[in-house]
T-cell receptor, first 116, second 111 residues
Framework: KAGVTQTPRYLIKTRGQQVTLSCSPISGHRSVSWYQQTPGQGLQFLFEYFSETQRNKGNFPGRFSGRQFSNSRSEMNVSTLELGDSALYLC???????????????FGSGTQLSVL | DQQVKQNSPSLSVQEGRISILNCDYTNSMFDYFLWYKKYPAEGPTFLISISSIKDKNEDGRFTVFLNKSAKHLSLHIVPSQPGDSAVYFCAASASGNQFYFGTGTSLTVIP
């Protein structure tokens, strides 16, 4: 089974631009979550999509948005980029249907975004 | 507000000895806990989990202990090997769908 695929691996943007990151989950997984990793901050939860609907949302500004398509692939968009948005963005997939205690996330290798 | 905390940013251990990584949480609704391991330039990979109905779960060299009253969990690696050198994240969940991660502990196993 192919793992979680994130594209692109690296991105360099300038302040004010916008960016779109892509994530293809493991086949059969319907839940896709996005995380931001920065040094000293760990993995900060952005949002989770299940069956094309945003089911959970973290505490990030509205510049961060996402969507999920009918084939479970997901995109994350950041508009009006700021220097502080430089981070590793990780996507994770899971079945999304299990109860508490039965779910675990499978991560992609991430997209390293640098904002200059 | 960091609901899951790993207060040790780094840990160094001799090969063959025990590595103990600690994690504290604040939300008493968390009922499922996981540990992930991350190498540079790769995504985190699942290591071991524990449900709140247990206080210990073992998988080979890895054991996770949960102390619900103290809201504390720990990961023990015995014996530690150089290949275990990585960043370890603990995570917690209340709903099974949203996971809260700690800031990570960088483990170095010295040969």
């Amino acid at each position: 089974k192919a793992g979680v695929t994130q594209t692109p691996r690296y991105l360099i943007k300038t302040r004010g631009q916008q960016v779109t990151l892509s994530c293809s989950p493991i086949s059969g997984h319907r839940s896709v979550s996005w995380y931001q990793q920065t040094p000293g901050q760990g993995l900060q939860f952005l949002f989770e999509y299940f069956s094309e609907t945003q089911r959970n949302k973290g505490n990030f500004p509205g510049r961060f948005s996402g969507r999920q398509f009918s084939n479970s692939r997901s995109e994350m968009n950041v508009s009006t980029l700021e220097l502080g948005d430089s981070a590793l963005y990780l996507c994770a997939s899971g079945p999304g249907t299990g109860g508490a205690g039965s779910e675990k996330l499978f991560f992609g290798s991430g997209t390293q975004l640098s904002v200059l | 507000d960091q609901q899951v905390k790993q207060n040790s940013p780094s840990l160094s251990v001799q090969e063959g000895r025990i590595s103990i990584l600690n994690c504290d949480y604040t939300n008493s609704m968390f009922d499922y806990f996981l540990w992930y391991k991350k190498y540079p330039a790769e995504g985190p990979t699942f290591l071991i989990s524990i449900s709140s109905i247990k206080d210990k779960n073992e998988d080979g060299r890895f054991t996770v202990f949960l102390n619900k009253s103290a809201k504390h969990l720990s990961l023990h690696i015995v014996p530690s090997q150089p290949g275990d050198s990585a960043v370890y994240f603990c995570a917690a969940s209340a709903s099974g769908n949203q996971f809260y991660f700690g800031t990570g502990t960088s483990l170095t196993v010295i040969p």
